[in-house]
């Protein structure tokens, strides 16, 4: 069965520092992995996802991940903290049950300190 | 001009009422969704339906009836609300694949007293 574990409920860093976010996955088969972003009283929206390729993916607001398969890993980083980052982070896998079907990690709190 | 848009956005109720929340996606998706967030922000999946038919039932109470008039609209409607039903539901949709983007909406903070 397919499950994520994302290390650190909450994470505090200074503004202009590094942000990593962890995130290990289970599967049995190869991975769909997303990270989302939800800011106070809103939805989930989608920061980066990896079906196939590159292993280092892009995404919005200049954050990245990896993935990699030897690890089971699919961490998010981002080299310089902003203000507005200050959000709920959440990984998910993904596999097809007929239809799309979202695991999702305990999600990250991250909290920038200016 | 929303993509996924739930009402309502708040919902504070009494044990043992019948509720529904509403769900409507204009992006033309084939596969909508219904997901639950806890109080301690844990996120899981309830129900997907695609082109109005049930294809994602998970372990939920049976007072939980979801209905999909069309594939633009996914309802979800709640019998005899219990103190534990208190949680945020988010609408999303997706096109018919795993590795696609879901869309969400914005939550509907439900409160049982």
Known sequence: AQSVTQLGSHVSVSEGALVLLR???????????????????????????????????????????????????????????????????????????????????????????? | ???????????????????SIKCEQNLGHDTMYWYKQDSKKFLKIMFSYNNKELIINETVPNRFSPKSPDKAHLNLHINSLELGDSAVYFCASTMNSPNTEAFFGQGTRLTVV
């Open chain 2, 1 to 19: 001009d929303t993509a996924v848009s739930q009402t309502p956005k708040y919902l504070v109720t009494q044990m043992g009422n019948d509720k």
């Open chain 1, 23 to 114: 995130c290990n996955y289970s599967s049995s088969v190869p991975p769909y992995l997303f990270w989302y972003v939800q800011y106070p009283n809103q939805g989930l929206q989608l920061l980066l996802k990896y079906t196939t390729g590159a292993t280092l993916v892009k995404g919005i607001n200049g954050f990245e991940a990896e993935f990699k398969k030897s690890e089971t890993s699919f961490h998010l980083t981002k080299p310089s903290a902003h203000m507005s980052d200050a959000a709920e982070y959440f990984c998910a896998v993904s596999y097809d049950q007929g239809a799309q079907k979202l695991v999702f990690g305990q999600g990250t709190r991250l909290t920038i300190n200016p």
